[in-house]
């Protein structure tokens, strides 16, 4: 007994005692909100209880369930959007792989020019919001559905756009496919440069074909990176939010995540939980094949070749016209929405593109409701609410980029020193779990946990708090998995060695173990600070007018249709993603690529 | 006065692996120790257990007068308060820092003032003959460059104890050769206890006062290198130490000899065992003699075997030579004329007897202390 108390006594480290805490802080911000998010499926709330008859709020009960389920409008409440969430993350995954594995197999494997142009540019897309082409194609596409005035294409052409081309399921597919693609591109490029060039060089001397080298050595080795790709697209299609808002809201065309937004701000609260709790049911239900499908076969991946690289397959006379497509492609996804936007910031009267209409009233015009749209708004930059909403945006980003790069660092550190042990694995698998939430299902989940107080926290709904904890735990996977990767690289003897020196924990921490992986810890700070920037789907529930970020308040000058507004916020927005990533790549040698993929 | 006395240490991880098992040790003040053995058999724990970087699960662990471990008293020492200085495998040099700044370091950390953080780092760059690299990053160093930063950076310290983690395993040959010297120059000049981890017996052999042979988590047996050689305490020891591997015999014993096969091996002293009963023989290749077969002629001794392979090293010819059930290592420093598939005989040469028992104990002597042999 003597001894074991001893043992414990002299078992007390730095890592130990964090990961107690750290368990501790996890296990309230992940693990309690689930179970208070199930039992909000459970709770009559005070508007249903005219919906459910006899009930007072806060009664338990199954009708949520029911009418989700089984109810008369199951089909539109629950089965239409689940089925339009589960055809939008298929197609998009299928294209995603498709245009990804494609031009990652021409950057790395065949002779094609400005590689490095290319592969820096086919980053952009993930990097600018996911709903900017949502909003460039309404501004390219849109037609009378909506009123007011067509898009740039039907005032060029004069043809008019069907619905299903400009809004619903079919753009929605599409503007998110060419969001995700990176994806595919970094990973599956990723797997094909890690390729022993010698495997191939094996099967070549055995007298097989290029055909039969791709088929039978190249594409099962990057299989497991292809599972990756598919798996993950399929899940961000799951939870994301902002595009099917924007062009799926002027058909009415639901999916899971804005179905769940309309019930939660409207009068089923119930159901919209209980959207969220099969958004989260789905995420684990892909987690788990891709961890059947790959688990064991993901190692393929991280065999790294030591000979040279295999020769580049030569395009010959396809090699011009190919990087033409190429270039066109990339130029098409990144400059046209943007310019598309751009133009549309600039025209006075919505609609009408020609010269004299130019006008930079939505930037810098003074509040009218004459002029224009006679919104009554001062132009974007002196409008103190957009630019107050952009401030708090920053503000916001900054702040959950640091706190995500020490949590990260620290539960990083605390896992692999504790490596072997459950409290490692544990603390491991924790802050994985918010991966698997989309993200809108996270914000519901932290809506229902803090929109009262309990116990000795307070209510958090309303404050700029309540986002930074909901936007920390979002990235804390990705912050923990750069933290983590970091201390894997360093190995414990350069830690061991500075306490040989005598050196104490938080002057190992400063001296060693942080600048030793500065561009790692940098890179897994940058990720969250672009995400925060462009973050809509996780932060849409948790707003408050107080609180306003750039991309929630653009939503709302979405509703009325003053696109210009929201156009030229989103164009601040890329801009600034753009700029810190370039700035941060430069000055601090940050690789976006390194943290994503998850 | 011990220098470093380890009593009852044992190091059990999660699922009941026993990385080291009540392991009972004593280093003697200044000398060159060395804890020799199979990788996974205890010896980078005992060593991580005296710099105070594992925590042992029972035992104790004085350095001096210091008690650096002591699970009864609840006590375990800083690595750093244990006056010892650890030169890592990897040596695990700060990429980020320069030669200078990854030797003053421990310096700075304890605050030493800056006249004699200059001096102490220019005394010990001259000894080690790094004063040039000084200035570059350790990623610009070659392999024995690095080694000698990793030492540096300890010597600075002035550690009464010097731990060395397999210091050589990353060198190539020949820089091996040199920083074998070097080490034991070092060993000479500053008079500390050294406690080197290897599993490379030749480095073993050919550096230390004293080897602490390790199997499993347990002390095998604890004594000067040519001493092991000789009279290894258990059939482990005899087949770890030697290269090539010793060459052991099953037999059966008899008054003046033992019997393996058709190869008797002549006893200079009667063997503790009943005649008749199993016994294996420890032959090294060095005492194993050929001769070739000429007509009809027996030799009273030997045995007969077929040569399966000739492998010359340049100073002596290693054959191997199938005989009854055994292939038998043979060194010879003078050519026989003998090819592949020769018949040839082999006999024992005269030499003190390597025999152990059915349970691997040895039954002509141990060396020093091996308490495996004695339970």
């Known amino acids: 007994m003597r001894a074991r108390l001893q043992r414990f006594r002299l078992s007390v480290t730095p890592q130990r005692v964090m990961a107690v805490l750290f368990l501790f802080v996890l296990g309230y911000l992940v693990v309690v909100p689930l179970g208070v998010m199930l039992q909000e499926t459970f709770i009559v709330h005070p508007l249903e209880r005219f919906q459910i008859p006899g009930s007072m709020p806060g009664d338990y009960t199954t009708a949520h369930w029911e009418r989700t389920f089984v109810g008369p409008n199951s089909y539109a409440f629950f089965y239409r959007p689940l089925l339009n969430t589960l055809t939008i993350s298929l197609g998009l995954a299928f294209l995603a792989l498709l245009i990804g594995g494609t031009l990652a197999w021409l950057v790395v494997r065949t002779d094609l020019p400005l590689k490095g142009l290319i592969s820096n540019a086919a980053?952009?897309?993930?990097?600018?919001?996911?709903?900017?082409?949502?909003?460039?194609?309404?501004?390219?596409?849109?037609?009378?559905?909506?009123?007011?005035?067509?898009?740039?294409?039907?005032?060029?052409?004069?043809?008019?756009?069907?619905?299903?081309?400009?809004?619903?399921?079919?753009?929605?597919?599409?503007?998110?496919?060419?969001?995700?693609?990176?994806?595919?591109?970094?990973?599956i490029g990723g797997a094909l440069r890690n390729i022993d060039a010698q495997l191939e060089e094996s099967a070549e001397l055995l007298g097989a074909g290029r055909a039969t080298i791709l088929r039978r050595v190249v594409v099962p080795l990057v299989l497991p990176a292809i599972f990756s790709t598919f798996l993950l697209t399929f899940s961000r299609g799951l939870g994301t939010f902002g595009t099917p808002a924007f062009l799926g809201g002027p058909v009415r065309e639901f999916v899971l995540s804005t179905s769940l937004y309309a019930n939660l701000i409207g009068q089923r609260p119930g159901i919209g939980y209980l959207a969220a709790f099969v958004m989260i049911a789905l995420g684990v239900l892909v987690l788990y094949m891709d961890h059947r499908i790959i688990g064991s076969r993901r190692s393929f991946v991280t065999i790294s070749g030591k000979g040279a690289r295999a020769g580049l397959v030569r395009l010959g006379r396809w090699r011009w016209p190919v990087t033409v497509a190429v270039l066109a492609f990339i130029f098409g996804v990144i400059a046209v929405p943007i310019v598309a936007l751009a133009i549309d910031t600039v025209m006075l009267r919505p609609g009408v593109y020609a010269w004299s209409n130019f006008s930079l009233h939505y930037w810098i015009g003074e509040a009218s409701l004459r002029i224009g749209l006679g919104t009554g708004e001062p132009g974007i930059l002196r409008n103190p609410q957009l630019m107050r909403a952009l401030g708090n945006t920053m503000q916001l980003a900054i702040v959950v980029a640091l706190i995500c790069?020490?949590?990260?660092?620290?539960?990083?550190?605390?896992?692999?020193?504790?490596?072997?042990?459950?409290?490692?694995?544990?603390?491991?698998?924790?802050?994985?779990?918010?991966?698997?939430?989309?993200?809108?299902?996270?914000?519901?989940?932290?809506?229902?946990?803090?929109?009262?107080?309990?116990?000795?926290?307070?209510?958090?709904?309303?404050?700029?708090?309540?986002?930074?904890?909901?936007?920390?735990?979002?990235?804390?996977?990705?912050?923990?998995k750069a933290g983590t990767s970091a201390m894997m690289q360093v190995g414990p003897e350069l830690e061991e060695a500075a306490i040989m020196s005598g050196a104490g924990w938080w002057t190992r921490m400063r001296r060693v173990l942080f600048p030793v992986q500065k561009a790692t810890y940098f890179s897994g700070m940058l990720l969250p600070f672009i995400s925060v920037t462009r973050e809509l789907s996780l932060l849409i529930l948790l707003v408050t007018p107080a609180t306003q970020l750039a991309t929630t308040i653009t939503l709302r000058y979405t509703d009325r249709g003053w696109y210009p507004y929201t156009n030229g916020m989103v164009l601040l927005l890329v801009i600034i993603v753009i700029a810190s990533t370039v700035i941060s790549r430069r000055l601090m040698k940050t690789d976006l690529a390194k943290g994503l993929g998850g | 006065m011990p220098q470093i006395a380890i009593q009852g240490v044992s190091r059990v991880f999660a699922g009941d692996v026993r990385a080291v098992w009540e392991l009972d040790l004593e280093i003697p003040d200044g000398s060159f120790t060395t804890l020799l053995g199979p990788s996974g058999c205890g010896k980078t724990t005992t060593l991580r257990m005296i710099a105070g970087l594992e925590m042992p699960t029972a035992g104790e662990i004085r350095i001096g007068d210091l008690i650096a471990f002591s699970l009864a008293k609840g006590r375990s020492l800083a690595p750093s308060k244990r006056g010892l200085g650890l030169v890592f495998q990897s040596y695990a040099l700060w990429p980020h820092l320069t030669v200078a700044q990854n030797i003053t370091f421990g310096l700075e950390v304890q605050r030493l003032g800056k006249a004699e953080t200059t001096r102490r780092l220019d005394e010990v760059a001259a000894a080690l003959q790094i004063d040039k690299l000084l200035g570059r990053y350790t990623s610009e160093l070659s392999g024995g460059q690095q080694q000698r930063v990793a030492i540096a950076r300890v010597l600075v310290m002035r550690p009464s104890v010097l731990l060395l983690d397999e210091p050589l395993s990353n060198l190539d040959a020949t820089l091996r050769m040199d920083m074998r010297a070097e080490l034991k120059r070092l060993h000479a000049e500053t008079g500390a206890t050294v406690v080197y981890v290897t599993h490379d017996q030749l480095e073993a052999l050919t550096m230390s006062t004293h080897i602490a042979l390790m199997h499993e988590g347990e002390l095998q047996q604890f004594a000067p290198p040519l001493d092991l050689y000789a009279r290894p305490a258990n059939r482990f020891a005899a087949g770890f130490l030697g290269n090539p591997r010793i060459n052991l015999l099953e037999g059966v014993a008899h008054r003046d000899h033992v019997a393996c096969g058709a190869l008797s091996v002549p006893l200079d002293a009667a063997l503790a065992v009943a005649a008749g009963a199993p016994v294996t023989v420890g032959l090294r290749a060095e005492e194993l003699r050929l001769a070739p077969v000429d007509g009809d002629d027996t030799a009273p001794r030997a045995a007969r075997g077929v040569v399966t392979s000739v492998l010359p090293t340049g100073s002596d010819w290693y054959y191997r030579v199938h005989v009854g059930d055994h292939d038998l290592i043979v060194r010879q420093n003078e050519l026989p004329d003998l090819r592949l598939g020769d018949g040839v005989w082999v006999e024992a040469a005269p030499a003190p007897l390597k025999a152990f028992d059915a349970a691997g104990r040895s039954l002509t002597g141990a060396a020093g202390i091996a308490p495996g042999a004695s339970a």
């Open chain 1, 123 to 187: 980053i952009i897309p993930y990097v600018m919001p996911s709903w900017t082409l949502a909003l460039a194609w309404i501004t390219l596409f849109k037609n009378q559905r909506i009123g007011g005035t067509p898009g740039i294409f039907t005032a060029l052409t004069g043809i008019a756009t069907p619905d299903w081309f400009a809004y619903g399921l079919f753009p929605i597919t599409i503007t998110l496919a060419l969001h995700y693609f990176p994806f595919g591109f970094m990973l």
């Open chain 1, 405 to 480: 790069g020490v949590l990260g660092m620290l539960i990083g550190y605390t896992v692999v020193r504790l490596r072997g042990t459950w409290i490692s694995k544990l603390l491991d698998q924790l802050s994985f779990l918010p991966y698997l939430m989309p993200s809108i299902a996270l914000g519901s989940i932290f809506l229902a946990m803090f929109a009262v107080a309990r116990g000795p926290i307070p209510s958090l709904y309303g404050t700029f708090w309540l986002l930074v904890v909901a936007c920390v735990v979002n990235y804390l996977p990705y912050a923990v």
